[in-house]
């Protein structure tokens, strides 16, 4: 099977480069992960990221035939040739198919991704009715792999000032979370032309979430929020 | 060695935006209702000639629709080219001098749909 990996060592590359690669695979190789593995067995200067191999870990996001996605999920049988590999878009490249994910997390730990409660622990855990606890699904699957904000063109042109729909979607989901007290001033943090607004619903990200989330929705509910709160 | 780079500070919440949003909305319906309005006199009218435009924008009434029309073009025009401008256009002084142009422009075209649609 023919691949196309974009290589670039900052150390010895003046610029990115596509190195061709022409392997045989086995039959037990099933997902893009397994292809990328078996070539690493032949050229072991490949750098790339991955953990669980089962789309949980988010490690192996990239850019699969101009589409990010985990390499781990992605069936082999289901990619075009030959199979056009990059780092995600956007963001800085350490190394091969490795990303510099600082300003992610950056954006991602803005939002505060962690329940504020000022009222004294219980004994046990703090409970919530199961109705309440629906309100959670669909945004606490995240995984943070970064393949939605690094899809998304508004983050492209502004990751230092827009939260992107990763971290958007982190702060809706603490946002719809009953047992969460900070709504206000987390609504607060978000009113800003481009914490918030540069979304312009282009909705590259739910076209790529590889674990089928909706970041649209939640922001146009973080939005909706903020004009009930001001109107 | 420790080696201290330049931390640039990032102050974030403006305290503005869904407004902005909201009105992009709002204008969008007017326009859209306008545009019916507008293309239901068409419909009526197969052939419309002078006489009849000139009667459609002799009522007053009309004249007030076609203002609340324009006036929503150029508000959602304001906030489209500025979230534009925001997007691409990095150096603050060079953005907000574009949006500056961009809102003379728009308020010099508010005042010239007044002059035309209630010229004599």
Known sequence: ?231 | MVSITKTDKQPVGAHYGWREWLAQRVTAVIMALFAIIIFGFFVIKSEISYQDWKALFGSQLFRVLALLFLISVYYHAWIGVRDVLMDYIKPTAIRVTLQVMVILSLVSFTIWSIAILWAQ
């Open chain 1, 1 to 231: 099977m023919k691949f196309n990996i974009l290589r670039y060592d900052p150390d010895q590359d003046q610029k990115p480069y596509f190195k061709e690669y022409d392997i045989a695979l086995e039959p037990s190789d099933r997902m893009l992960l397994d292809a990328l593995i078996r070539i690493k067995s032949v050229d072991d200067t490949l750098a790339l990221r991955r953990s669980c191999r089962e789309g949980v870990c988010g490690s192996d996001a990239m850019n699969i035939n101009g589409k990010n996605g985990l390499a781990c999920v992605t069936k082999i049988s289901d990619l075009k040739e030959p199979v056009v590999l990059k780092p995600l878009p956007g963001l800085p490249i350490i190394r091969d198919l490795i990303v510099d994910m600082t300003q992610f997390f950056k954006q991602y730990h803005s939002i505060k991704p962690f329940v504020i409660n000022h009222d004294t622990p219980p004994e046990t855990e703090r409970l919530q009715s199961p109705t309440d606890r629906l309100e959670l699904d669909g945004l606490y699957e995240c995984i943070l792999c970064a393949c939605c904000s690094t899809a998304c063109p508004s983050f492209w042109w502004n990751p230092d000032k827009f939260v992107g729909p990763a971290g958007l979607l982190a702060a809706y989901r603490f946002i719809a979370d009953t047992r969460d007290q900070a709504t206000n001033e987390r609504l607060d943090n978000l009113e800003d032309p481009y914490r918030l607004f540069r979304c312009h619903t282009i909705m590259n990200c739910v076209d790529v979430c590889p674990k089928g989330l909706n970041p649209s929705l939640a922001i146009g509910k973080i939005k909706e929020m903020m004009v009930k709160r001001g109107v």
